[in-house]
Structures are given as structure tokens and as C-alpha cells.
């Protein structure tokens, strides 16, 4: 069992946020042969998913790569337990909304499953896209209309790192305990598997395990002993 496994759909954005811990956007989304390898492999090791996170740049920006990784897991037959997404709710797609509720069907549990919108001081949301994701049961502000400003701490990456708030660094964080891996495994854009999701682009490279085509967990074991 993968407890947390982390896709970078996208580094596309519709948003240049003063808190981006990835850093600028880049004209680059995740290939579908990436996919393949992982889900492919992931059969032969008789491997599943706890909770499945698709992350950015802006996922909703590529609704047609998150049906492409649903049609790997359904061929492949990977048990996924739930997903999530998080998106700035510029705007919102009827083929991102499809996307949503097509993967919270093929999931086995749906115990955590999420999609958030932000609503923090720092996105422009729009209220035409929240009204729209309002029609998904399990679509959720993020944070409460409560929050004080101001009141957030973000991590010192990206372009965060010029925010006083910025407080901690992310650090590396997986490690086997017996049959299941804990931490986030992160697929980035580049087809490169790395240690912990917290990374920005220029950083993740520090944090690298191995390349997708070249997975197996048994040797992703060995490379974290």
C-alpha cells in the first residue's frame, strides 16, 4: 500500500499567487507514458493507492490528463482508496467537473476524498466556479470564512519564500512500516519520483529518488533504507 501518492498533473497555472511554493509556471504537463509506467508497475507489485492527490500548477487547467490516469488505473486494475484536489477556482470547467465525479465513482473507499477550492487572501476566486463545485457533495472551501487575516504560514519555497510568513521548510518524508509506505511519493511533470510533495520545481531536483521508468517498490524500499 502507497498511503499518499502525490501526481503533478500540470505546471501550468492560470494564477501567479504570492505564495506559490512550486515557484513560476512552467508550459509543461505530465506525459501519459509517465502514467503508464507507474500503474503498470504498480500491477506487477500487486501495489495500491490509500489516497491519490492530483497536484499543480492548476489541475483543473488539464481535466483530459486526469480522465487519461483514471482510464491506467482502470487498466491496470489499481485499488485507489480516494483522491484529492485542490484548485485556485479561477475558473471551473464542465470537463474538470466530469473529471471530479468520474474519479470519486471509481474509487473504493471516498472515506477522505476532497476537492477544495482556495479562499484565502491570496487567490482571486471566482464565485461562478465555487458555485459550481458547490454542486459536488464532496467540495469544500478550504479554509473557514473565519480565518483572520493574515493568519496563515506558508512554507519557505517558491515564491514564498519572499513572504514573512513563510516559517518552515518541508522536509523529506517517506519510509516503509512493514507492507505500506508512509510520506508522499510525488510523480512530478518530468517523469521523476520524489522523496515528500512539499518541494518547489527548482527544489524537487535535491529530493529525487528515481525515474518513473525505472520504478518498482522494491527498489524504492532499498533506495530509502
Given amino acids: 500500500m502507497i498511503n499518499y501518492l502525490v501526481v503533478e498533473v500540470t505546471r501550468r497555472c492560470n494564477a501567479s499567487c504570492a505564495h506559490c511554493l512550486r515557484g513560476d509556471a512552467e508550459p509543461l504537463d505530465l506525459k501519459w507514458e509517465y502514467a503508464n509506467a507507474l500503474f503498470a508497475q504498480l500491477a506487477r507489485d500487486s501495489a495500491s493507492i490509500g489516497c491519490l492527490t492530483f497536484s499543480g500548477g492548476e489541475p483543473s487547467l488539464v481535466p483530459e490528463i486526469l480522465i ?110 512493514d507492507d505500506y509506505l508512509e510520506g508522499d511519493l510525488y510523480l512530478n511533470a518530468k517523469g521523476q519520483l520524489i522523496n515528500g510533495c512539499d518541494w518547489s520545481y527548482e527544489s524537487q531536483q535535491r529530493h529525487f529518488l528515481m525515474n518513473v521508468s525505472d520504478f518498482s517498490m522494491e527498489r524504492l524500499r532499498n533506495s530509502l533504507k
Wanted: aromatic residues 12%; hydrophobic residues 35%; charged residues 25%.
Fill in 68 to 177: 487519461g490516469i483514471l482510464d491506467e488505473a482502470k487498466k491496470y486494475d489499481i485499488w485507489i482508496g480516494n483522491f484529492y484536489i485542490a484548485t485556485n477556482a479561477v475558473s471551473v470547467s464542465d470537463k474538470f467537473l466530469i473529471a471530479c465525479i468520474e474519479w470519486y465513482c471509481f474509487c473504493r473507499d471516498n472515506e477522505i476524498t476532497e476537492v477544495q477550492w482556495s479562499n484565502d487572501q491570496y487567490h482571486s476566486t471566482s464565485p461562478e466556479a465555487v458555485r459550481r463545485l458547490q454542486a459536488l457533495g464532496f467540495a469544500h472551501a478550504k479554509y473557514p470564512e473565519s480565518l483572520p487575516r493574515g493568519s496563515l504560514t506558508f512554507l519557505r519555497e517558491g515564491r514564498a519564500r519572499a513572504l514573512p510568513e513563510a516559517e518552515r521548510l518541508p522536509t523529506e518524508s517517506l519510509s516503509f512500516e
